[in-house]
């Protein structure tokens, strides 16, 4: 991330997916870092044997703005996923989230 100019601020996850919350730099192309970071960490994670299951990540991602006001309140959630997830597995969290920002999807790119 710093070679692109960005910044991580919090990383974690559950079985089925992976939150980040990282600053974009403008320069950067969004596609461009999920991409890389896509590449690093499935190197990392082979390599380090990690998950043993893992084969590699799936073609899409979902990614959504915020304000930096909201930063300290992003990493919280973010730091707790597994408790989060008992409530809310994460097709029910994505859905809300597509909802809450007003974004008109289809339930079949869902899956």
């Known amino acids: 991330m710093k070679n692109k100019q960005c910044h991580l601020h919090q990383v974690n996850g559950v079985e ?7 600053s974009l730099h403008p320069t950067i192309a969004l596609s461009a870092l999920v991409k890389d970071l896509k590449i ?27 304000s930096l006001a909201d930063k300290e309140r992003l990493m919280k959630y973010i730091q707790n996923q597994e408790t ?4 809310m597995d994460f097709r029910e969290e994505y859905k809300h989230l597509l909802q809450e920002h007003g974004i008109e999807f289809d339930e079949q790119y869902l899956e």
Do not use: C, E, M
């Open 16 to 22: 089925d997916h992976v939150h980040f919350l990282f």
């Open 84 to 87: 989060h997830h008992r409530k």
């Open 40 to 66: 690093a960490s499935a190197k990392w994670i082979k390599t380090k044997n990690v998950f043993p299951g893992f084969d590699h990540w799936q073609s899409g991602y979902g990614a959504f703005t915020h």
